[in-house]
């Protein structure tokens, strides 16, 4: 038996225990998830060891006087205080190892906003061929933006309204909305529906190759 | 005071670095990520591991069967990865990740189509809202056009009809729908940034 066999046939047994869930939730189930669970969260322990941790590490020890090795110090104390996050009385430092995760990722997340999605969809709208079709996208656009505005005054009676400009054009924009995550939801379908043949037309295919 | 004080710095100096490198001073910011990405991998070493001691807690106090599984996929791919480095086997970890992480995961996401199918059909039983009706209309719409524009049994204009509506449908009301999510979704990751940075929101002191 060849290991390509074999390796098909773990993959089919595995892929039968998942499916087994649309019968409802079972013990097959739950045993793949729990392998997939542990087999992916090694592998990626794996990856992150392989390409951050060992480069980092074989650095320091080929060249431990060099200013790059040097400099290596101040994350590598950052990862002691994080591991003192068990250490009953010094837990608290180790906020200061997820302050500067939290710091570094805003200032990336922030500029990844702005540059990454912000200014290219402004620019999208405008960079559009003129025409009806380009207006109409530009007024859903804006109505669907005013459905996520929650900015309102108290009633006497203490229910929340809207402005009274918004009260109208402000169900468009949810419609906009409702009918956009419906169409996700069809591309989503429709990906998942793909995958699943495709899943399904491996297997037949390998099986009839690989048996006599 | 110290205690929360000493973090608040600590994120407002270096996402204060980090804006400036990218910005202005590339070798800095390229330092100060290199310095994150080491940071969130022992972050991510050390979830792990928490994960497998739970699990081994919980496979020798209770001998759950499931944790014992868990234990032992994890067991196999770091086993597989040590032998590899020593030379012993060759491409174990991938051959791990080829036979069980990828048709699982396959597996996963094609079973994604039943769940969707579920959900939609629930969500009407549940909801009848004029919003639901409305999201499921859509879709039923948007499949049932998908599928009769691609048969050759209707005729032509009846086709073009259900043509145009997906056209409709899809380049002008999700395009509108989706560039104002997506202009939401970025005006809110910069204000929650800008909140992050200025020491306004301190999710590491809770």
């Known amino acids: ?212 | 005071m110290f205690k929360r004080n000493l973090p608040l710095a600590i994120a407002i100096s270096f996402g204060a670095l980090t804006l400036l490198g990218l910005l202005f001073l590339p070798d800095l910011s390229r330092l100060i990520l290199s310095w994150a990405a080491f940071l969130a991998a022992a972050a991510l070493l050390l979830g792990v591991l928490n994960l497998f001691a739970i699990h081994l807690q919980r496979l020798t106090k209770e001998g759950s069967l499931y944790s014992g599984i868990l234990i032992l996929g994890m067991t196999a791919v770091f086993g597989l990865a040590i032998t590899d480095q020593l030379s012993i086997t060759q491409n174990g970890v991938m051959t791990a990740f080829n036979w069980i992480q990828a048709p699982l995961e396959a597996a996963l996401a094609s079973l994604l189509a039943f769940f969707l199918l579920f959900a939609g059909f629930q969500t009407l039983k549940r909801q009848r809202s004029l919003w639901t009706v409305l999201f499921v209309a859509t879709a039923v719409i948007l499949l049932i056009s998908q599928a009769l524009t691609a048969t050759t049994l209707l005729p032509d204009n009846v086709r073009d009809l259900f043509n145009a509506i997906q056209n409709n449908i899809n380049n002008i009301i999700a395009v509108a729908g989706m560039r104002g999510l997506l202009i939401g979704i970025a005006l809110g990751a910069i204000t929650l940034s800008l909140r992050l940075l200025l020491g306004m929101d301190q999710p590491y002191n809770k």
């Open chain 1, 1 to 212: 038996m060849s290991g390509d066999f074999i390796g098909l046939l773990i993959g089919l047994i595995l892929t039968l225990f998942i499916y087994s869930y649309v019968v409802g939730d079972n013990p097959l189930y739950r045993l793949s998830v729990h392998l997939l669970v542990g087999v992916s969260a090694a592998y990626s322990a794996v990856i992150v060891i392989r390409h951050i941790i060992l480069p980092v590490a074989n650095q320091i020890i080929q060249n431990p006087t060099e200013r790059e090795s040097l400099l290596w110090a101040i994350p590598l104390f950052f990862v002691l205080l994080l591991l003192l996050k068990r250490a009953p009385g010094l837990a608290w430092l180790s906020n200061n190892s997820v302050a500067l995760l939290v710091g570094v990722g805003a200032a990336v997340a922030l500029l990844g906003a702005l540059t990454g999605t912000l200014w290219p969809q402004i620019t999208a709208v405008a960079a559009s061929d003129p025409g009806y079709q380009t207006i109409i996208i530009a007024i859903l656009t804006v109505l669907t933006l005013l459905s996520f505005q929650f900015t309102g005054r108290f009633k006497k009676d203490g229910q929340w309204q809207r402005p009274v400009w918004q009260r109208g054009i402000v169900h468009i924009g949810r419609a906009t909305l409702i009918i956009t995550f419906g169409v996700l939801f069809v591309a989503l379908l429709n990906t998942s529906l793909i995958l699943l043949s495709s899943r399904l037309g491996y297997f037949l295919t390998q099986l009839q190759q690989q048996l006599p």
